[in-house]
């Protein structure tokens, strides 16, 4: 049996987002359980996209990988990332007791992807123990189907470099992405539907527009919960993760954002319904980060009927 359903799932921004794109409140498949499917989903997984906030507030976005099986689930209302995982160093610190925290499961072969938002209760030696708060599935929209296998990192030396303007190698990076993830948060919003997300987003390579260290970024359809829009709107900071799904680097950006409800640019990319502007405030790219290597085998559907920026846009 699915646990019931959260009466009010949305928060002060998200309920604003909806005002703002001229929709009514969506009903919802959010739970403050996880349905067995999700439970075991996550167990089954090789990857999860994670998010929380630094010291000061900003969103931060990571991977974290291990084997199958290294992500586990003792109840409905609980996760938990085993010893067995490969974390991103800079992004243990941040898992305090009673953090906020967003998690993303994903598996690209089947496009299938499930959220569970909630707080950190605990990391310690025998892993990552998670609250949930909020469960819910997403459609596979936007979902490039990528087959995943291991990469032999022998020889490799993992390096990170940081930088506040956008260089050439992360310009490249960004136009030919056709997936990344944006973390978002509520602030100091607490009400119903308050916390970490991470949210997965894709399109055609080039759907990024770059102007210097400002990115414009198209909002095609989705859910219409607009988790991320509506975090936007009390909490501007955000981060981006793009991942190269053949070496395994990462590039990682911080800024802050606002949403174009009502521009005229939106007519000049196909199925966008509104933009949103990232401007860049600080970054890294760390090469051969993760061991994980994916092989493209096809493009969604509804990715191949969106558009990308002209370069005259």
């Known amino acids: ?16 987002a909806h005002v703002a794109a001229g929709t009514s409140t969506p009903g919802s498949a959010i739970r403050e359980l996880m349905p067995d499917q999700h439970r075991q989903f996550f167990s089954s997984l090789r990857f999860a996209m994670l998010a929380t906030t630094d010291n000061e507030g900003w969103p931060v976005a990571t991977i974290v990988t291990g084997p199958q099986g290294f992500i586990s689930s003792d109840d409905p209302g609980s996760l938990r990332i085993d010893t067995t995982a490969h974390w991103q160093e800079s992004f243990t610190p941040l898992l305090a007791t009673d953090k ?56 490799h030396v993992s390096s990170r470099e940081f930088f506040t303007d956008l260089n050439d190698e992360a310009k490249k990076i960004i136009s030919n992405a056709d997936t990344f993830f944006v973390a978002t948060a509520s602030g100091n919003e607490t009400t119903n539907g308050s916390g970490v997300d991470i ?41 981006l993760l793009f991942i190269d799904f053949i070496s395994g680097d990462l590039l990682h950006l911080q800024g802050t954002t606002e949403v174009l409800w009502q521009s005229d640019e939106t007519g000049h990319l196909a199925g966008a ?9 600080s970054g890294w790219k760390k090469s051969h980060a993760i061991s994980l290597q994916w092989t493209l085998r096809e493009v969604a559907p509804t990715t191949e009927a969106t558009g990308i920026w002209d370069k005259e846009d």
Not at 101 to 121: C, P
Not at 133 to 141: A, I, L, R, V, Y
Not at 206 to 211: A, E, N, P, S, Y
Request: glycine share 10%; charged share 20%; aromatic share 10%.
């Open 100 to 155: 906020a925290i967003g998690m993303l499961g994903i598996e690209f072969s089947t496009r299938r992807r499930n959220r569970a938002n909630g707080y950190v209760t605990a990391f310690s030696d025998d892993g990552l123990h998670v609250h949930v708060e909020q469960s819910f599935g997403n459609c596979p929209k936007y979902i490039q189907a990528r087959d995943v296998s291991n990469e032999n990192n022998d020889g």
């Open 199 to 239: 949210s997965h987003r894709g399109g055609m390579p080039g759907f990024i527009r770059i102007d210097g260290n400002t990115l414009t970024i198209p909002d095609f359809v989705g859910n219409r919960y607009f988790n991320t829009l509506g975090n936007m709107l009390v909490e501007p900071r955000a981060a």
């Open 1 to 16: 049996m699915n646990p019931p359903l959260n009466p009010r799932p949305f928060h002060e921004g998200e309920l604003r």
């Open 273 to 281: 319904e509104r933009l949103w502007r990232f401007h860049i405030a």
